[in-house]
């Protein structure tokens, strides 16, 4: 099990150091640096918070809210700080699908080979 660990921790690294997590995690940065993008988000969470107990509560869900959390997430969604996250995330994702792929290709050609590794 340690050599997996290591290897998960190698593997780790090399994302770490790709053109696409370095640009996920700036443009992360730079929406948690954006006074107009922390406010909408934590408007936005507050609202999902009001109409998340009044669900859990069986309400009605309130009219007014829906409407702000809506408008919220339109204006989020327009700011181009929050479309280079969407899109760094997007382009890190597919890389993250890659990878996962190639895992499991790996484990399928493990699970066909006749050694059994000792953990």
Do not use: C, W
């Not at 509560?57 to 959390?69: H, R």
């Amino acid at each position: 099990m340690a050599e997996i660990r290591e290897m998960a921790e190698s593997l780790g690294q090399a994302l770490g150091r790709t053109v696409e997590y370095r640009t996920l995690a700036r443009a992360i940065e730079g929406a948690d640096n954006d006074r107009e993008i922390v406010a909408l988000t934590n408007e936005v969470q507050g609202l999902q918070e009001v109409l998340r107990a009044a669900a859990q509560k069986g309400e009605e869900l309130p009219t007014a809210e829906m409407k702000q959390l809506e408008a919220a997430m339109e204006k989020l969604q327009a700011t181009s700080v929050y479309q280079s996250v969407v899109a760094a995330q997007a382009n890190f994702d597919r890389i993250m699908h890659r990878v996962d792929a190639s895992i499991q290709e790996g484990m399928r050609k493990g699970a066909a080979s006749p050694i059994i590794l000792a953990t």
